[in-house]
């Protein structure tokens, strides 16, 4: 069974930075895309970043694009998520996904993800 644990998040003020961590288990990690989304108090859930297997490829939201960071470490089974200058904005719980995927090949979309995390819980003051 794959889980998918994510940790690292907490309270900051803005302009501070986070790295959210997200270590996988029970599959075999160095093969899935991952993803983070975000999802705050009365939105919907919206995706932040994502990285290929490979690590060939990322992508980003516009709205954290030049401040957010995805990047994983095989060896590890983990991927994670520097957030920098972060803004009250950035408030909402964020989840990390995966899917087992072709070398390249990275989501945007959270259909595109089969496995997830609980979430952990970032609140940025202003």
């Known amino acids: 069974q794959v889980q998918l644990v994510e940790s690292g998040g907490g309270k900051v003020q803005a302009g501070g930075s986070l790295r959210l961590s997200c270590a996988v288990s029970g599959g075999t990690f160095s093969y899935y895309a991952m993803g983070w989304f975000r999802q705050a108090p009365g939105k919907e859930r919206e995706f932040v970043a994502t990285?290929?297997?490979?690590?060939?490829?990322?992508y980003y939201a516009d709205s954290v694009k030049g401040r957010f960071t995805v990047s994983r470490d095989n060896a590890k089974n983990t991927v994670y998520l520097q957030m920098d200058s972060l803004k009250p904005e950035d408030t909402a719980v964020y989840y990390c996904?995966?899917?087992?995927?072709?070398?390249?090949?990275?989501?945007?979309?959270?259909?595109?993800?089969?496995?997830w995390g609980q979430g952990t819980q970032v609140t940025v003051s202003s």
């Open positions: 990285i290929s297997w490979s690590a060939t490829n990322t």
């Open positions: 996904a995966g899917v087992l995927a072709m070398a390249g090949a990275a989501f945007t979309t959270a259909s595109g993800f089969h496995y």
